[in-house]
């Protein structure tokens, strides 16, 4: 059964690091865009970064040069490298997964990933 399983969420202070994990079941098509995006309380879900199967990355300004996405096809596992958190990274952080071509015109908008979420991780960043 497909599924996404994301780990490594925490509290650390200003100017640290984490890096987060979504491991997908062994039924996820490796050709599927994959990305992380996270959703502050009281806000909207906010794209972070996003990876295609030919291995372009897209990130969003707000964590470029910080954050790193990356994916292991061996281990079916996506991660979220974050570096310089700051207090406004504070979020539940999630994975998805879709495979439709339909995400490559906006691989940082929620709504074009319709086929797999995670539960979320949370990640607490403080001053």
């Known amino acids: 059964q497909a599924q996404l399983l994301e780990s490594g969420g925490g509290s650390v202070q200003a100017g640290g690091s984490l890096r987060l994990s979504c491991a997908a079941g062994?039924?996820?098509?490796?050709?599927?865009?994959m990305a992380w995006f996270r959703q502050a309380p009281g806000k909207g879900r906010e794209g972070v970064a996003a990876?295609?199967?030919?291995?372009?990355?897209r990130y969003s300004d707000s964590v470029k040069d910080r954050f790193t996405i990356s994916r292991s096809y061996a281990k079916n596992t996506l991660y979220l490298q974050m570096n310089n958190l700051k207090p406004e990274d504070t979020a539940m952080y999630y994975c998805?997964?879709?495979?439709?071509?339909?995400?490559?015109?906006?691989?940082?908008?929620?709504?074009?990933?319709?086929?797999?979420w995670g539960q979320g991780t949370m990640v607490t960043v403080s001053s």
């Open positions: 990876v295609e199967s030919d291995g372009t990355r």
């Open positions: 998805a997964a879709d495979r439709s071509p339909a995400v490559r015109l906006d691989p940082l908008r929620a709504e074009n990933y319709r086929e797999l």
């Open positions: 062994e039924s996820t098509d490796n050709s599927a865009y």
